[in-house]
């Protein structure tokens, strides 16, 4: 599901509620306007399933939506103001949206550079185990000339050559899968700054937005928790709710114990008092914004860095080559000389 769509979808269903438009009719208009795709299927069938009579919270069950998403439109029909619920929704999934495009970007760079990189030491290896390698290896074998050390280094390394593609090949899908697969990315990405503090700025605006609107402190960490696919972060949030049903008052009391949330986040909070509401608010504009300057600043580095390392992979094949043709141009040198 692709947030900046969800957010705008959210935006125009709080103007159009607001407007007076019934909700199953602006569902109906708003699913007519949008693009073929899962989130269209996935708002027409609560569309259908809510004008046959079903209440939200059995047609919000089965479809495959956030579950954050559906505990806001639950807790905002229940408290009266549904646009106002819908229009916090938008705001979280435009800021979700904001920072992990960014982040997308700085991984997407190096890992098309690994593409490229492997691509190259493929087409190496097969040219030179079937077609350069039997030829020079043949023509050397019968000059009876002494090598070049540039050549017999060459040659030794030539030796392994099919060692290079699948160091490459292997590397590019553990990137990949850090990258697609939510377990792998929630467990190794978190040692990235600009990760785990989007992550910190996620986990505080979900708690900052149930709050706002009338869950309760426990209830909200425990459904932050359940949502949460960074194990580590999760084990934090499990800590909390431990602490919590001890009898701790104080947030710093609730979050003692943690191991991975930063302690600038507890200090940040706790020092709203038992204003949590505004301290989670001000913990997830501050990690919000760090977020995103550090994915600039990696940006800004890691484009220049990924083009260094091909264009180190492509001069060390090209060295490799060159160094074959060493003993040839020596004889030619010979020859014009003599």
Request: charged residues 15%; hydrophobic residues 55%; glycine residues 6%.
């Amino acid at each position: 599901m692709k947030h900046d769509e969800f957010s705008f979808f959210n935006q125009q269903l709080a103007a159009m509620l607001r407007d007076g438009i019934p909700l199953e009719g602006a569902l109906r208009r708003l699913c007519q306007e949008m693009r073929a795709g899962e989130l269209r299927d996935e708002l027409s069938a609560l569309e259908a399933d809510l004008g046959r009579g079903v209440p939200m919270a059995e047609a919000l069950a089965p479809r495959k939506l956030p579950e954050l998403y559906k505990r806001m439109i639950i807790v905002g029909i229940k408290g009266g103001d549904l646009p106002g619920a819908l229009t916090m929704l938008a705001d979280y999934f435009q800021r979700q949206n904001a920072v992990w495009t960014r982040l997308k970007s700085m991984l997407t760079y190096p890992l098309i550079v690994m593409c490229l990189a492997f691509f190259v030491s493929l087409l190496l290896a097969y040219m030179w185990t079937c077609v350069m390698g039997p030829s020079f290896k043949d023509m050397f074998s019968g000059m009876g000339v002494c090598l070049p050390a540039a050549t017999m280094f060459a040659f030794d390394t030539l030796n392994a050559v099919w060692a290079f593609p699948i160091a490459l090949g292997i590397l590019f899908i553990v990137l990949l899968a850090i990258v697609i697969l939510p377990s792998l990315r929630g467990k190794y990405l978190m040692r990235v700054p600009a990760f785990k503090e989007a992550i910190v700025a996620r986990i505080a605006s979900s708690i900052n937005l149930l709050l706002k609107n009338g869950v309760s402190l426990p209830e909200a960490i425990r459904l932050t928790e359940n949502l949460e696919t960074s194990p580590a972060m999760a084990a934090d949030l499990r800590i909390w709710e431990k602490n919590l049903a001890a009898g701790a008052g104080k947030f710093s009391e609730v979050a003692a114990g943690y191991k991975t949330i930063p302690p600038m986040f507890v200090w940040i909070v706790s020092g709203a008092g038992e204003n949590l509401t505004e301290g989670f608010k001000r913990a997830a504009e501050v990690y919000h914004s760090r977020a995103l300057y550090r994915t600039e600043v990696a940006l800004f580095s890691v484009l220049p860095v990924a083009s260094l390392f091909l264009g180190a992979v492509v001069l060390s094949q090209a060295f490799l080559v060159l160094s074959m043709f060493l003993p040839l141009i020596a004889m030619l040198n010979n020859l014009s000389g003599s």
